[in-house]
């Protein structure tokens, strides 16, 4: 009796406490400055050539909820948010019922946003997966409905939302899908219209007409079920023969917006802008942004991994003489995926961090032609610990090989002895030079790319070999010019000679036989599958864990890196490795199709010997392999091959 007592106490000091808590939080809201729907993120964003490719909130195409169409109206409320003149911003019955038919699954199937939270969600702008961003969501959820009518809040959402093929607010999409004015649209047309937010990729009718005329019906019988029309208006405009006006372009890609959420990402760290900039006053940006290198970037990805597939992918293309990111995916499709993986995430690199190693050997003496044996082996660390890695696929030659055979096998056991040969500052120490900002720990398996890092900080690094040693920061904004036509912000170039040109150029050579069949022997170079989609010179390296697989790789211009890997860290198959090297050759190729090949110059210091690859010394006339190989003056073998 006296639990049951304490209970009922609790639960009333509880009940108690909410209430205040919610009083209090009303009152506060009540009484803050308000939100300007039509100026909160009122951002504009520009590409490299200073067109448009994203408009913020404040559209220009603004309409008067009363002027909208009543059966778009309809179709959005019925579709998106039944209840949502009936909430305050949270649809609690529908939370529960998601929250089933998700575990019931075992998969996330199902949704509770309401149009409130949308809102939200578009006027914040950033997609990060976080419980920061749910929190700012769930707030400024909270202020729209405390601040705002329904009637407001839904006109506020139907100005702003994504309707495809770079069209954000009703009113550009009525007149870019149809030419005409929302208030103008038919029953047919506002049930297309409608059903575009959910998916803009495949639900625009200019992209997927079929997908959208099965979305069309899922709306049309929802008005019906949610009582707006009857089963012959549905039927009637189902069968309507619809002509669209628009055209696709690349303002439609999936990947878009991931470069828009990093944009954004990256002005909220100038702490240079005023925040009050950010909140309610306009912005232009202008980007870095190349549509033709997000365009090949997608089109890469699209043809090479089904999208029904779990597994995701991060990819970024980097000017090397400038830092510029000129092009990035997040994931495979924006709209079934926010979580941008190029800003967020952190994955083990595995073998693609061994250049930071070889540069080092080569600044440390080090040639091509340095040999190591290569045969299982068992090292002994300090405190009686041991360390026994292991080749791929545990293939060994039991003799000395070259570094040039190291690097093109990716033989793990060469770059663990040359590791412990040089002592392992030594290649943190040219990893940070190079741009790698992490804390990388003293490790014997550091070769390995055992430790997680950013993908950008990755191609940061990658990009500072490409461009002979000299680091750039990387960035995305140009300059911001507010909204009197005054640039507030201008980026500005802080380049740094952090390496050495002479290694830098050996080494880029040395990674340019990763897809040469002319060094294959007791195994073949790690890229050689995608040889014969490489009609250009590049430098590349393959990295591989049990739950990551990378590639990074660059011509004298642009640097390329691709992971792909599961979110919850799922072993990956054999076959799944192949995904990042055919994204990035296809992606490469595709982008720099109609350019010229982009090498470098040999510097002074630099000479080319006739070698034979397979064990580093001069080729002879009967030596069964021969190879141009780059060295430093002075260092070139001069044992000449016996075979």
């Known amino acids: 009796m006296k639990r049951r007592k304490i209970l009922l106490k609790l639960f009333v000091f509880f009940v108690f406490f909410i209430c205040i808590l919610f009083t209090f939080l009303y009152f506060f809201i009540k009484f803050s400055p308000k939100l300007d729907l039509k100026k909160t993120n009122n951002i504009i964003l520009y590409d490299k050539n200073n067109d448009v490719f994203f408009k913020g909130n404040g559209s220009k195409e603004w309409i008067a909820l009363k002027l909208i169409d009543k059966d778009l109206i309809n179709a959005t409320i019925s579709i998106e948010d039944k209840r949502f003149y009936k909430h305050n911003g949270f649809d609690y019955i529908r939370i529960l019922k998601s929250i089933y038919n998700n575990i019931k699954s075992k998969d996330i199937v199902e949704g509770a946003s309401t149009i409130s939270q949308q809102y939200a969600r578009n006027l914040y702008l950033d997609f990060d997966r976080n419980w920061n961003r749910k929190i700012k969501e769930a707030w400024l959820a909270l202020k729209l409905e405390i601040n705002y009518s329904k009637d407001k809040i839904l006109e506020g959402y139907l100005n702003t939302i994504n309707y495809g093929n770079g069209v954000m607010g009703i009113q550009n999409a009525a007149r870019y899908y149809f030419n005409k004015g929302s208030e103008d649209l038919t029953l047919a047309e506002a049930a297309m219209l409608a059903g575009i937010p959910g998916y803009p990729q495949e639900y625009s009718p200019i992209n997927n007409e079929r997908n959208a005329k099965k979305r069309q019906k899922v709306i049309l019988d929802s008005m019906v079920k949610n009582g707006y029309i009857s089963k012959k208006e549905a039927n009637d405009a189902y069968n309507v023969n619809l002509t669209y006006?628009?055209?696709?372009?690349?303002?439609?890609?999936?990947?878009?917006?991931?470069?828009?959420?990093?944009?954004?990402?990256?002005?909220?760290?100038?702490?240079?802008?005023?925040?009050?900039?950010?909140?309610?006053?306009?912005?232009?940006?202008?980007?870095?942004?190349?549509?033709?290198?997000?365009?090949?970037?997608?089109?890469?990805?699209?043809?090479?991994?089904?999208?029904d597939n779990e597994i995701q992918t991060a990819s970024a293309i980097i000017e090397n003489k400038s830092g510029k990111i000129i092009s990035l995916a997040g994931g495979k499709n924006y709209e079934k995926s926010q979580y941008n993986r190029v800003l967020y995430s952190k994955r083990q690199v595995g073998s693609t961090m061994k250049p930071f190693l070889y540069y080092a050997a080569l600044e440390n003496g080090f040639t091509p032609s340095s040999t190591f044996l290569s045969e299982p082996t068992t090292f002994s660390l300090n405190n009686n610990q041991t360390y026994s890695p292991n080749n791929f696929a545990n293939i060994y030659p039991s003799y000395p090989?070259?570094?040039?055979?190291?690097?093109?096998?990716?033989?793990?056991?060469?770059?663990?002895?040359t590791h412990l040969f040089l002592g392992e500052d030594a290649m943190i120490d040219v990893a940070n030079k190079a741009g790698i900002n992490t804390n990388l720990k003293r490790n014997v398996s550091l070769p390995l790319g055992t430790t997680e890092l950013n993908i950008i900080e990755f191609l940061n690094a990658y990009s500072t070999i490409a461009n002979n040693g000299i680091r750039n920061d990387t960035y995305l904004i140009r300059k911001i010019v507010n909204d009197k036509g005054n640039v507030i912000y201008k980026h500005k170039n802080n380049s740094k000679k952090v390496l050495n040109s002479n290694y830098t150029y050996i080494l880029?050579?040395?990674?340019?036989?990763?897809?040469?069949n002319t060094l294959s022997d007791y195994t073949t170079p790690t890229c050689l599958s995608i040889k014969p989609k490489l009609t250009k010179k590049y430098a590349i390296k393959t990295g591989s864990t049990n739950t990551d697989s990378w590639i990074a790789g660059y011509n004298k211009d642009y640097t390329l890196g691709v992971w792909v890997g599961y979110d919850n860290n799922r072993e990956l198959e054999r076959k799944e490795l192949k995904y990042s090297k055919n994204i990035w050759a296809d992606s490469i190729e595709n982008y720099l199709r109609n350019k010229e090949d982009s090498w470098y110059k040999k510097p002074k210091n630099v000479i080319p010997v006739l070698v034979n690859p397979l064990n580093g010394k001069l080729a002879t006339n009967s030596s069964p392999r021969k190879k141009i190989i780059y060295y430093l003056k002075g260092t070139q073998p001069t044992e000449y091959d016996s075979e």
């Open 245 to 307: 006006y628009g055209k696709k372009d690349n303002l439609n890609l999936s990947t878009l917006l991931y470069y828009k959420d990093a944009v954004i990402n990256e002005l909220e760290n100038l702490k240079i802008i005023p925040n009050d900039y950010l909140d309610n006053k306009g912005l232009k940006i202008y980007t870095n942004l190349d549509l033709e290198a997000q365009s090949s970037l997608e089109n890469a990805i699209k043809s090479n991994i089904d999208d």
């Open 508 to 516: 880029s050579e040395l990674l340019s036989n990763c897809y040469d």
């Open 401 to 417: 090989i070259p570094l040039i055979l190291a690097l093109a096998y990716s033989d793990n056991i060469y770059a663990i002895k």
